[in-house]
């Protein structure tokens, strides 16, 4: 099966620059989607197709991969964004859709 | 604001099915697919499968291959996920989301899609 590895934890002060990151093999040739999860609640997208934002997600949060790594960065980080965020792609044969382990966000 | 509304929670024995219900705007089924991805108490999200719209081929993930069938029915707008021989390790929030045709395509394997919107969840607990 394919795995997605994400730091367990990341903290950061307010207005610091947050960054998660997510290891795959695949990374490199595969689109990496990102979601936040605050408690209690359903996932929602933050970023998609790497780098491409929903347009109801703030300029704050951006995407980026360099090789095998995708990066969630959020810019300016707010307690409100305190989360889990999670990423999701697929291997190279897309048979096996999987989400990364998430990543606690503490703002 | 586009919304999924998710079936009630459910109490399931050990080794029985359930077969729970998201229903979708009206037309939605036409254009989107529809994923289920569940979360167990306290652990991370894990997809299960998903229907493709107009091809009506489902997709599932290789670990629930055996239990697992996903439909959809366009005429009501609703998608259903139906888990057989539950275990107690099944306990979790279930979730439906609207798949988004991506902008890869492979030729081999097709469009990719991706989940934009979610429903609110079903709790199962298997017990």
């Known amino acids: 099966s394919y795995e997605l590895t994400q730091p367990p934890s990341v903290s950061v002060s307010p207005g610091q620059t947050a960054r998660i990151t997510c290891s795959g093999d695949?990374?490199?040739?595969?689109?990496t989607y990102w979601y936040q999860q605050k408690s209690g609640q359903a996932p929602l997208l933050v970023i998609y197709e790497d780098a491409k934002r929903p347009s109801a997600i703030p300029l704050r949060f951006s995407g980026s991969t360099s090789g095998t790594v995708a990066t969630l960065t959020i810019t300016g980080a707010r307690v409100d964004d305190e989360a889990d965020y999670y990423c999701?792609?697929?291997?190279?044969?897309?048979?096996?859709?999987?989400f990364g382990g998430g990543t606690k966000l503490t703002v | 604001q586009v919304q999924l509304v998710q079936s009630g929670a459910e109490v399931k024995k050990p080794g029985s099915s359930v077969k729970i219900s998201c229903e979708a705007p009206a037309g939605t089924l036409f254009t989107y697919g529809i994923s289920w991805v569940r979360q167990a108490p306290g652990q991370g999200l894990e997809w299960m499968g998903r229907?493709?719209?107009?091809?009506?081929?489902?997709k599932y993930a290789e670990k629930f291959q055996d239990r697992i069938t996903v439909t959809a029915d366009r005429s009501t707008h609703t998608a259903y996920m139906e888990l057989k021989s539950l275990r107690s390790d099944d306990t979790a929030i279930y979730f439906c989301?609207?798949?988004?045709?991506?902008?890869?395509?492979?030729?081999?394997?097709?469009?990719?899609?991706?989940?934009?919107?979610w429903g609110n969840g079903t709790t199962i607990t298997v017990s």
């Open positions: 229907i493709i719209p107009l091809l009506d081929v489902p």
């Open positions: 695949a990374l490199a040739n595969k689109h």
């Open positions: 989301a609207r798949d988004v045709r991506g902008a890869y395509y492979n030729v081999l394997t097709g469009y990719h899609y991706y989940m934009d919107v």
């Open positions: 999701y792609s697929t291997d190279l044969s897309d048979n096996h859709w999987v």
